[in-house]
């Protein structure tokens, strides 16, 4: 899992360039669609590393099919166990992406975890009395990857800091809504 992550925002740091007259969503989806990297005797485009292989070849929002057809000999590099912490490891080099960051074997569950709840910090807050969890839009595109709505204030809470603002949600049993933030798709030029 390391590794793909590490290649996936490889990728993207290398050719970021090429998003800076990106002037639509569309452009952008095609910088993650078309085959850049070569790896061994495949290529792949980011959207195969993302949702191929990090994601358990499921389709990436918006779409109807995952981006490998059964048998595609590169799934047999897939990692084992999917973690939906992936999502926070992932760089796309603009403003409401996760941090650009290298990740390493023997710490990788540690590294998620910190760039995971490092996400959180930046981009959650809790509102109207815990009534409300205003949340990156990234949680949107992929619920399904957090258990729905119910799994992505359980995964947020769980790494929300401030006890009083836990209780605060807590209190509401369940009867939270979620709102999210719009994704920022300006590229990071830091």
């Known amino acids: 899992m390391a590794f793909w992550i590490n290649v996936f925002n490889a990728g993207v740091l290398r050719d970021a360039h090429e998003l800076v007259g990106a002037s639509s969503v569309r452009q952008v989806q095609a910088f993650f669609e078309r085959p850049r990297l070569r790896i061994g005797p495949h290529d792949y485009s980011l959207d195969d590393?993302?949702?191929?292989?990090?994601?358990?070849?499921?389709?990436?929002?918006?779409?109807?099919?995952?981006?490998?057809q059964r048998g595609d000999p590169r799934l047999e590099s897939m990692p084992i166990v999917f973690d939906e912490r992936v999502h926070f490891a992932l760089y796309s080099a603009c403003r409401s992406s996760p941090p650009l960051r290298i990740y390493g074997y023997g710490w990788l569950d540690?590294?998620?975890?910190?760039?995971?709840a490092a996400y959180i910090r930046q981009g959650v807050r809790v509102e109207k009395q815990g009534a409300v969890i205003v949340v990156p839009r990234l949680f949107h595109w992929f619920a399904q990857d957090f258990g729905g709505d119910s799994g992505i204030v359980e995964f947020v809470v769980a790494r929300i800091e401030d006890e009083a603002v836990v209780e605060m949600v807590d209190r509401r049993l369940g009867r939270v809504k979620l709102q999210y933030t719009e994704f920022d798709w300006t590229l990071n030029r830091r």
């Open 49 to 68: 590393i993302e949702h191929g292989l990090l994601r358990g070849n499921v389709a990436k929002p918006g779409r109807s099919r995952p981006p490998m």
């Open 110 to 116: 540690r590294q998620l975890e910190e760039a995971t």
